[in-house]
Each structure stands twice: as structure tokens, then as C-alpha cells.
């Protein structure tokens, strides 16, 4: 469930000659095979490069700036998975994929992970042959309206038009939840979501129903940001996060504690900046550890003992990359709100894995 915002491709790689795909690998069954042996790793470190999928344009997530560089979350997670495996956070490249392209990319080879805003389901691990790696956000869906109706809630869109997108989890979810509450509605489906922010913005509707952090990214968009507002329902869970090919159980842990170990790094204070000195002065055992100035962390998962530093070093933790490109520090402004720490005041659902 993702918004395919009009912005310019400028830099995507959609113009460099098409790479060797990885050949998708059967289940291992040999029960002495080492549990790391990774034919997405060997590939990628062959290769020289991390091709990661993502959004073709959505605002905060993944996104080209003016001067064509990839930008946003998940473009930064990308790049974070690139420095620790490959050691460098620009050996990646960056594949837009639409919502109808991004699973079969992965099957076939084209794409070694998918971070694109796309929501861990049980149909799509049992149907798409895909595994989820992890949650780097927890979203839902919800309403966008124009501030000049004046609603305090969904439950008084009664008769509303909605502008939804075709075959979506988004569609199912606003058929469900009005059916449930005995409301009526009419549904105005278009074939993308950047289509019905258009529908939308041109008064074809009086709602736009996508999930939260996209009609965030949406209003943006907008030509009077201020004069539309998000309704407080949140009507779904949408718990967003890498996917990568089935079969390969290997390469899913490396992409899972990479991601793992961003978010204990915020939760440890290690950050971009003070990445290097805590390496050097850090007496926390876990601290150490995450770094690797002791034990065998990185290697048990076939990469570098310094894996996480390189990470941190070239992005971040998890909070500095929500900070920037979707936080408080980002034109979107979105809350933490469940995605903050574990342990924070108050605290969300944001939680790391031991990594020891």
C-alpha cells in the first residue's frame, strides 16, 4: 500500500544496462550445510553493489531530490544495508518498482531486497513467495479531508465519496470498515494511489483513504497543505518493512539484524556522530559488541566485525534516519508515535532484537 507520487526519476539507475540477476536458490535440506551460506551475499559482494527496490516517488520514503540523488527512509535503510555488507553506503543501487512489479522483481532475481513501504501480511508471505525481514514502521490507514467540511471523524463520512486505489489492501480495508460500522459510502477506485490523490485534489471525491504516512507524504503535494487534514481513525494495521526472496534464510537474517542493529543503537545513544568514539572508548559490554570491538557478531552472519559501525556511520541510528526524512526534522512532521522506542516516555512498539 503505497503512494506513487509524481516526482522526477532523475539518477534511478533506469538507464545503466540491466545486471545479472540472482537466480532464485531451493530450500537447503543438508543438515551440515553451514546455516550462513548465502547465494544472495556471494552475489552481492560479487557484484560489488546492493540492488535494493523502492518506491518510484513517495515523499519522506523514497524519493529524487533536485539533483537526482535517491532521498528518504527507506532509501536510507538501503544504503545502511549496503555500508554493512559491501562496507560503503553508495554501493547500492536503487530500483523504483510500482506496487504490481515489486514482489515478482524479488522472485526473479532482479532486486536483492524490497524496501518500499510495503506492509508484512500473511497472504503475501504464503502466496508471493517472499519472507519479511523485520518492521522499520508501523502504520495504518486512515482518512485525508479537506478542513473546509469540517469533520471531527470518519464515522461522519456517511454518503462520503472516497478516493481509494483498485485491487489494494487500502480498497478491502475501507469496504470492511464501513461495512462494519453500517455506513454507507461511495467508493470512487482508480488504478493507483497517485491517481486518487489526483482524483482528490480535483474535488472528485471527499476523501482519500491511503495509509497514514502517505496521505502525510500527499498533502505535501497539494497546492494548500493546511487546508486538509488526516481524521484520527486509524482503521488498520499497517506494519511496513523489508521483504526479500523466500528460500534464502541466510540473507534474511543479515537484512533483519541490520535493521536490528540500527534500532539498538538509538537505544544505546550510539549515533552518526560519536559512532567512532564510542568504538574507541565505550567500556558497555553491548556497546562493544554492536560495534565490534569484541566477539564474533558480524562474522557469525558472514560479514565484516565492524559491520554495525560501518552502518551507523554512513546513516545513522534508526531515530537520526526517522528524524530527517520523516520526523521532526522533515517536512512531513509525523509524530513518533508507535514507532518510537521501546522505552521512551511514552513508548511505542519500536523494540531491537539482543544482538549478542
Known amino acids: 500500500m503505497a503512494l506513487v507520487l509524481g516526482l522526477a526519476f532523475a539518477g534511478c539507475g533506469r538507464d545503466e544496462p540491466e545486471e545479472t540477476a540472482v537466480e532464485p536458490q531451493p530450500v537447503r535440506t543438508d543438515a551440515t550445510a553451514p546455516e550462513f551460506d548465502s547465494p544472495t551475499l556471494a552475489a552481492v559482494k560479487r557484484r560489488g553493489r546492493l540492488n535494493c527496490g523502492v518506491h518510484e516517488g513517495l515523499v ?13 527512509f527507506d532509501a536510507d535503510f538501503c544504503r545502511a ?21 515489486r514482489f515478482e522483481a524479488l522472485r526473479s532475481g532482479r532486486i536483492d531486497v ?34 473546509a467540511l469540517d469533520l471531527a471523524s470518519a464515522v461522519e463520512l456517511n454518503g462520503a465519496r472516497v478516493c481509494v486505489q483498485r485491487d489494494s489492501t487500502s480498497e478491502l480495508n475501507v469496504a470492511d470498515w464501513f461495512r462494519a460500522r453500517g455506513i454507507d459510502y461511495r467508493p470512487v477506485v482508480t488504478a493507483s494511489q497517485e491517481a486518487a ?56 537474517s543479515i537484512v533483519r539484524w541490520t535493521l536490528n542493529g540500527l534500532i539498538l543503537a538509538e537505544e544505546l545513544g550510539v549515533t552518526q556522530e560519536n559512532v567512532g568514539q564510542l568504538a574507541e572508548e565505550s567500556r558497555d559490554p553491548m556497546v562493544r559488541r554492536l560495534l565490534g570491538v569484541e566477539g564474533e557478531v558480524g562474522p557469525m552472519i558472514g560479514l565484516s566485525k565492524d559491520w554495525m559501525k560501518k552502518a551507523v556511520e554512513a546513516q545513522g541510528n534508526y531515530g537520526e534516519i526517522f528524524a530527517r526524512n520523516v520526523g521532526a526534522d522533515s517536512s512531513l512532521d509525523l509524530a513518533r508515535g508507535l514507532n518510537a522506542q521501546w522505552n521512551a516516555r511514552p513508548g511505542g512498539l519500536i523494540y531491537a532484537l539482543p544482538i549478542r
Not at 519522506?60 to 528518504?72: E, H, I, M, P, V
Not at 549496503?82 to 560503503?88: H, Q
Not at 497539494?222 to 487534514?229: D, F, G, I, M, T
Open 197 to 252: 490523490r489526483e482524483a482528490y485534489a480535483r474535488e472528485d471525491c471527499d476523501a482519500f483513504s491511503a495509509d497514514v504516512s502517505a496521505l502525510a507524504a500527499a498533502r505535501t503535494l497539494l497546492a494548500n497543505p493546511e487546508q486538509h487534514a488526516i481524521l484520527p481513525e486509524v482503521i488498520s494495521k499497517e506494519p511496513l518493512g523489508p521483504a526479500v526472496r523466500r528460500g534464502d534464510e541466510a540473507w534474511t
Open 114 to 147: 524490497l524496501w518500499r513501504s510495503t506492509s508484512w501480511t500473511l497472504a503475501r508471505e504464503a502466496e508471493e513467495g517472499v519472507r519479511f525481514a523485520g518492521i522499520n514502521y508501523y502504520d495504518g490507514q486512515g482518512f485525508l479531508v479537506r478542513r
Open 60 to 72: 519522506g520514503f523514497a524519493y529524487t531530490d533536485n539533483r537526482g540523488q535517491w532521498r528518504g
Open 81 to 101: 544495508l549496503a555500508a554493512a555488507v559491501l562496507g560503503s553506503p553508495n554501493a547500492v543501487r536503487f530500483v523504483p518498482l510500482t506496487t504490481s512489479q
